[in-house]
């Protein structure tokens, strides 16, 4: 038999918009087990709890079968090592996002030449979305009804009354 394939698709997660669910979706169709690792960086101030991200992205894949959603800390390359994942898969809306992702793919296979990234270009109508977009023009009061999953919706929105 085939040695099957785990493959993580990491991120802040800070929310889980649709354009992540967009490149997930496709990359589950090519993995036969996907990782969606969300990332615990102390240093950094999130909207939403680690245990909150990890609900809302579990609540929004629930009918991807072979997707299992982790948390993690310290650096991915680690965490791959550790969980027998060969591969990362990274989205890139624009070529805006192209040095940056290049570079963390460059770092990644100086630190495990085993580990490969793939990128997968998003769907070119979630290409403007980002989770700090949504949270900027959400405080100004716009609609994002189209832009996030319906129950991330709801405790944006929970998140804005407090
Ligand atoms: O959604 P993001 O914030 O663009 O995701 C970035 C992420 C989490 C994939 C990246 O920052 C990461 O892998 N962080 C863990 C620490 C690490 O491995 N850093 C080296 C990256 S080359």
Same mark, same amino acid.
């Given at each position: 038999?085939?040695?099957?394939?785990?493959?993580?698709?990491?991120? !802040?997660? /800070?929310?889980?918009?649709?354009?992540?669910? /967009?490149?997930?979706? +496709?990359?589950?169709?090519?993995?036969?087990?996907?990782?969606?690792?969300?990332?615990?960086?102390?240093? &950094? #101030?999130? %909207?939403?709890?680690?245990?909150?991200?990890?609900? =809302?992205?579990?609540?929004?894949?629930?009918?991807?079968?072979?997707?299992?959603?982790?948390?993690?800390?310290?650096?991915?390359?680690?965490?791959? *090592?550790?969980? /027998?994942?060969?591969?990362?898969? +990274?989205?890139?809306?624009?070529?805006?996002?192209?040095?940056?992702?290049? #570079? %963390?793919?460059?770092?990644?296979?100086?630190?495990? /030449? !085993?580990?490969? $990234?793939?990128? =997968?270009?998003?769907? $070119? &109508?979630?290409?403007?979305?980002?989770?700090?977009?949504? &949270?900027?023009?959400?405080?100004?009061?716009?609609?994002?009804?189209?832009?996030?999953?319906?129950?991330? =919706?709801?405790?944006?929105?929970? &998140? *804005?009354?407090?």
């Amino acid at each position: 038999m085939a040695k099957s394939v785990k493959a993580i698709f990491a991120g !802040s997660f /800070d929310p889980i918009t649709n354009g992540h669910v /967009d490149i997930i979706e +496709r990359a589950a169709k090519m993995f036969d087990k996907l990782k969606i690792g969300i990332l615990i960086n102390p240093n &950094k #101030q999130t %909207m939403f709890t680690v245990e909150e991200r990890v609900e =809302l992205v579990k609540k929004t894949l629930s009918h991807i079968d072979n997707v299992e959603v982790i948390f993690f800390e310290g650096l991915l390359i680690d965490f791959c *090592k550790k969980n /027998d994942i060969s591969v990362l898969v +990274r989205g890139i809306r624009s070529s805006a996002d192209v040095d940056y992702e290049l #570079q %963390m793919a460059h770092m990644n296979k100086e630190l495990e /030449d !085993s580990i490969e $990234t793939i990128i =997968l270009p998003t769907n $070119t &109508k979630y290409s403007f979305i980002s989770s700090s977009l949504i &949270k900027e023009v959400l405080h100004f009061g716009a609609n994002i009804e189209n832009l996030v999953p319906k129950c991330v =919706l709801e405790e944006l929105k929970k &998140k *804005k009354i407090k």
